[in-house]
T-cell receptor, first 112, second 113 residues
């Protein structure tokens, strides 16, 4: 039982490049979330999903797209990376009777 | 608009001290209030959570105090240890499955030995 895993752990992009961050959970959770964490800003919700095939915008969705084609996976895409998207990205999931969100280990992204 | 305000931003205490971290929320629809603990290089993990039908909840050395009328809640760490050094986030949401959490900006706690 790996919980929530994120791929990759680190990435450096040049401005304008694109990439996809993968989140996978093996707890059969219905709900999945993408957050970004910046110094002094806490965790801010980018997008979330309440089930397979559904997505919704969070607090800071601009510049990101997401897809939830399979229940266990939640993908976060950056179509044209900008330096302002330099951050640590966390995926989380929960479901069933628990409201506790289980977080992955994070992806540290630097855009130069 | 910051819906959950957390203070202080950083805190230094000696081993055995009782650090207190405070949070205030604005949305009266919030009725689930968790605290998350994050160590460097790791994802946040749930520490303790409270719902507004109780004014206090204890789990080991960690206590949440909740004041519904003031829309405030706080985390107390009894007999703090160097291993408690971490960043702590308060959060709030509606008590409904699939509802996203609104996080405070975090408090970095350092416990010196």
């Amino acid at each position: 039982n790996a919980g929530v895993t994120q791929t990759p752990k680190f990435r450096v992009l040049k401005t304008g490049q694109s990439m996809t961050l993968l989140c996978a959970q093996d707890m059969n959770h219905e709900y999945m979330y993408w957050y970004r964490q910046d110094p002094g800003m806490g965790l801010r919700l980018i997008h979330y999903s309440v089930g397979e095939g559904t997505t919704a915008k969070g607090e800071v969705p601009d510049g990101y797209n997401v897809s939830r084609l399979k229940k266990q996976n939640f993908l976060l895409g950056l179509e044209s990376a900008a330096p302002s998207q330099t951050s640590v990205y966390f995926c989380a999931s929960n479901g069933g009777a628990t409201y506790e969100q289980y977080f992955g280990p994070g992806t540290r992204l630097t855009v130069t | 608009q910051q819906q959950v305000k957390q203070s202080p931003q950083s805190l230094i205490v000696q081993k055995g001290g009782i650090p207190i971290i405070n949070c205030a929320y604005e949305n009266t629809a919030f009725d689930y209030f968790p605290w998350y603990q994050q160590f460097p290089g790791k994802g946040p993990a749930l520490l303790i959570a409270i719902r507004p039908d109780v004014s206090e909840k204890k789990e080991g050395r960690f206590t949440i105090s909740f004041n519904k009328s003031a829309k405030q809640f706080s985390l107390h760490i009894m007999d703090s240890q160097p291993g408690d050094s971490a960043t702590y986030f308060c959060a709030a949401s509606r008590d409904q499955a699939g509802t996203a959490l609104i996080f405070g900006k975090g408090t970095t706690l350092s416990v010196s030995s």
